[in-house]
């Protein structure tokens, strides 16, 4: 095979690519198109970083290593199962 035009032809496609590429993406990630939700921590797990989380759709257990410290209570922005950002704590009504 001709290295040079196994080259040529992968410059060709990744211009094409490039100059066709858009990003549109209106509402949610970039990578996945998912939203981040807001959850609530109902229990934590120290030794494995993760949470037992809730939000009015369901539970759901998320990786809070980029939040910590954290604790039951809290709020976190969560996506993709990763807590993103710490929101807080929801204080007792």
């Known amino acids: 095979m ?3 035009a ?3 032809s992968a410059s060709v496609a990744a211009a094409r690519y ?3 590429a858009t990003c549109e993406v209106i509402d949610g990630c970039i990578t996945c ?3 981040a939700v807001e959850m609530e921590i109902v229990r ?3 030794a494995r970083e ?3 989380c809730e939000c009015d759709a369901g539970r ?3 990786e809070i290593a980029l939040v910590a410290p954290v604790a039951v209570g809290d709020r976190l922005l969560v996506h993709a199962g990763t807590a993103i950002a710490h929101l807080g704590r929801e204080e007792a009504a």
């Open 50 to 52: 993760l949470a037992l």
């Open 33 to 35: 198109g998912d939203t």
């Open 6 to 8: 196994a080259t040529g």
């Open 60 to 62: 759901e257990t998320v």
């Open 44 to 46: 934590i797990d120290h």
């Open 2 to 4: 001709n290295l040079s």
């Open 18 to 20: 490039q100059s066709s």
